[in-house]
T-cell receptor
Framework: ETGVTQSPTHLIKTRGQQVTLRCSSQSGHNTVSWYQQALGQGPQFIFQYYREEENGRGNFPPRFSGLQFPNYSSELNVNALELDDSALYLC?????????????FGPGTRLLVL | DAKTTQPPSMDCAEGRAANLPCNHSTISGNEYVYWYRQIHSQGPQYIIHGLKNNETNEMASLIITEDRKSSTLILPHATLRDTAVYYCIVGLAGGTSYGKLTFGQGTILTVHP
């Protein structure tokens, strides 16, 4: 139990639709990172939010966007869903943006795009 | 970020030490070595990290070679619940790299009764 929660736990969408995934960070954490994990692969970094600003982005197209709110919770939005977007989406929070800070992961949201 | 190389799978008997190796020959001086594990259908779990010195916590020990080109994660008394994918990650050097964990394929550790 890491104190990081994600909703929903599972989601089914069709190609072309839009989806919003939510993450509540651990108390006292101001940094949230999002990852995509395809079946059988390691998680891939999407982007990170630090104090409501994007602070680094992985190799994902602009249709992947995010927000961080004043309470440091975060949303991941994906527009124009494609079949390959089917994956486990993980968020992780940490106290600060620093190399020695541990990231605590939530249980993930499993998205299936049909 | 430096790349890491891990064996795809390893087995260990319950109660014995599990030693998981990781090569990171291109690691730079300010990059940390992190270990996370992922039990089936759960989010990754932090285990331990280090920069130069060996580290120990309640879960595991991390041994980093003097040249920092490789490391070993040691689970001293493996249990069935330690069966998971173990990821060795190097990075977080600074700037926008902070927080960006670059996961590879990891090592599937299976602990047998």
């Amino acid at each position: 139990e890491t104190g990081v929660t994600q909703s929903p736990t599972h989601l089914i969408k069709t190609r072309g639709q839009q989806v919003t995934l939510r993450c509540s960070s651990q108390s006292g954490h101001n940094t949230v990172s999002w990852y995509q994990q395809a079946l059988g692969q390691g998680p891939q970094f999407i982007f990170q939010y630090y104090r409501e600003e994007e602070n680094g982005r992985g190799n994902f197209p602009p249709r992947f966007s995010g927000l961080q709110f004043p309470n440091y919770s975060s949303e991941l939005n994906v527009n124009a869903l494609e079949l390959d977007d089917s994956a486990l989406y993980l968020c992780a929070s940490s106290r600060e943006v620093a190399a020695q800070e541990t990231q605590y992961f939530g249980p993930g949201t499993r998205l299936l795009v049909l | 970020d430096a790349k890491t190389t891990q064996p795809p799978s390893m087995d260990c008997a319950e109660g014995r030490a599990a030693n998981l190796p990781c090569n990171h020959s291109t690691i730079s001086g300010n990059e940390y070595v992190y270990w996370y594990r992922q039990i089936h259908s759960q989010g990754p779990q932090y285990i331990i990290h280090g920069l130069k010195n060996n580290e120990t916590n309640e879960m595991a020990s991390l041994i980093i070679t003097e040249d920092r080109k490789s490391s070993t994660l040691i689970l001293p008394h493996a249990t069935l619940r330690d069966t998971a994918v173990y990821y060795c990650i190097v990075g977080l050097a600074g700037g926008t790299s902070y927080g960006k964990l670059t996961f590879g394929q990891g090592t599937i550790l299976t602990v047998h009764p």
